[in-house]
């Protein structure tokens, strides 16, 4: 017998006759003898027209105001549980508060700081199915505080932790992690497994899966995650050749008995470049571009910097989210005497494109390998970064689908 925390996206639950079939998913786990609580999202695009009208009813309004929100988890958690008893399992809704999932005061942002999980555990030891209300908690306030974007995913990892669950499984559209993309690359093949560590790096450089914050709560308390369809028939689950259901374990790198060198691409088009140039080449010059952009909560990527010939100026270049720019721009032009820059260049036609795997750590030339394959492809390269994990570079976005499929190809990614 195993303790499953399952979790449920928008797609999973948009309607009753699907809501119907993750019924039947439950049901199969816990004919199976495991203890299972649930965690629903809200049905596909309810969040969004609850956000519209809030934002109707006045588009200035009170941010703490997240009941509103709040309100389409609770629907699915209700309909579910319903759902769920009619087919002779019993089962109990819980919004997020009734847990209860404390949270900080960041309203809709917040981030969950503690979560009681001894009454979950008491339902499911006497058989009974919690379903709780995703992306909510309350905050100090004692008001309803929603998690941001993928915070029902957060949710679900977090309540796996408090009730110490041997697993999270996460249902979503796809059946799995990927090489890369396969809309972009045919090829691209379902990992079987992945470190934390590599699917932490895949969901912050443009992975759509998984939100990186859950992914982060994952890896902090050891909670293994496996990410698998939901559109599976209930009682047709196919299994791979282990016996275990198709789809990804993201757990610790010491479950993955032979990693390879490079496990995936991913990519961003999503990428806003800022260039500052001739800024006095001084101490604290970085501290004064940087520094600001930090109090606005604008995250910048890669920076580059070129010294002058004289050494007496430099030019400074970063990314950013486009979403991002122009603020970033107004916040630079309001610091242009106090930073000391002549001129401020954007381009917005970039693209970030990075190689995964945490065999690099103990193999030479997997940089070269990527940047030679770029070159022969005429693929020109903006900037670089790199961690011990990670290789990305900057290029243009017309070039962006050609750099993943080579780059996904000349790791070997292709075969099977």
Known sequence: ????????????????????????????????GNE??????????????LVAWTKEASAIHDARDDAIVASGEQVTSGLLAIALQAIGVPARSFQGWQIPLRTDAAHGAARIESIDGSALIS?????QVPV???FQGIGPDERIATLGRGGSDTSAVAVAAAVNAD???IYTDVDGIYTTDPRIVPQARRLDRIAFEEMLEMAS???????????????????RVFVRSSFDAPDAIQSGPDGEPLGTLICDEDEIVESQ??????????????TLRRVADRPGVAAGVFGPLAEASINVDMIVQTISEDGKTTDITFTLPTADQARAVEILNAKKTEIGFEALNTETDACKVSVIGIGMRSHAGVAAQAFEALAKR???????????????????????????????SVYGLDKA
């Open 36 to 49: 299972v609580a649930v965690v629903v999202s809200a049905m596909s695009g309810a969040t969004n027209q």
């Open 205 to 223: 450089l443009g992975a759509k899966v998984m939100q990186v914050r859950s992914v982060e709560m994952a890896m902090v308390h050891k909670v």
């Open 123 to 127: 339902r499911m030891t006497d058989g």
């Open 1 to 32: 017998m195993s303790r499953i925390v399952m979790k449920f996206g928008g797609t999973s639950v948009a309607n009753v006759e699907r809501i119907r079939n993750v019924a039947a998913h439950v049901k199969r786990e816990v004919d199976a």
């Open 378 to 408: 005429g693929v020109n390269i903006r900037a670089i970064t790199t961690s011990e994990i990670k290789i990305s570079v900057l290029i243009d976005t017309a070039f962006a689908e050609l750099a993943v499929r080579t780059l996904h």
């Open 167 to 169: 697993r999270c499984d």
């Open 261 to 274: 060198v490079v496990t995936g691409i991913a990519y961003s088009k999503d990428e806003a470049q800022i």
């Open 132 to 134: 709780i209300a995703g």
